[in-house]
């Protein structure tokens, strides 16, 4: 056994190999690292310009968005697997509400509730839409970012949100 370190999240996943994803954050697994190695940028104190900050403020507000809407979808999944799926999800997209708010050194604020869908399909179309419009934002904030901590951030959540997307496929 040896313990993962996520470059993104900081968590550490003990276990024979790598995992391909991280699997709190679901950063790919060029992000993980053998604990040694590890430096995970939530660990790391910089100086965020105005712009970072209102990107990550951003994303912080799409995150939580997103944890409440996928809880939501859960309690409405006809199968098991359908709501430990959403389950899964949402707690992926508050791992990456806490790291918006390591980065920006701020408390997490309160979670409000979102509606969702009776209908299983809608629910999969709106998890797409949503995923989408955080892939296009973030991919756009990860250029924009003059620190590398904060283009590294988003670069990851650019991948693992649109490898999301991927999942939702299958089940259309
Ligand atoms: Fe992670
Ligand atoms: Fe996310």
């Keep these: 056994m040896k313990t993962y370190i996520c470059q993104i999240c900081g968590d550490a996943y003990v276990g024979h190999e790598k995992p391909s994803d991280c699997p709190f954050c679901g950063a790919p697994s060029h992000f993980i690292k053998e604990g040694k190695e590890a430096r995970p940028i ?19 507000g799409l995150e939580l968005r997103a944890n409440a809407i996928y809880l939501c979808m859960a309690s409405k999944a006809k199968s098991y697997e359908i709501k430990a799926m959403y389950k899964r999800l949402a707690k992926v997209e508050m791992e990456h509400a806490v790291i918006c708010t390591k980065l920006m050194g701020i408390a997490m604020p309160k979670v409000e509730d979102q509606l969702c869908s009776e209908d299983e399909l809608e ?5 797409i839409e949503l995923e989408e419009h955080a892939t296009n934002l973030y991919t756009w904030f990860s250029k924009e970012a003059i620190e590398i901590n904060i283009r590294v951030f988003f670069t990851a959540l650019t991948q693992v949100e649109s490898d999301h997307i991927e999942l939702i496929k299958n089940y259309l």
């Design 42 to 60: 939530v660990n790391e104190k910089i100086e965020i310009s105005e712009l970072s900050g209102r990107n990550l403020e951003e994303a912080l």
């Design 123 to 127: 629910n999969f179309k709106k998890t």
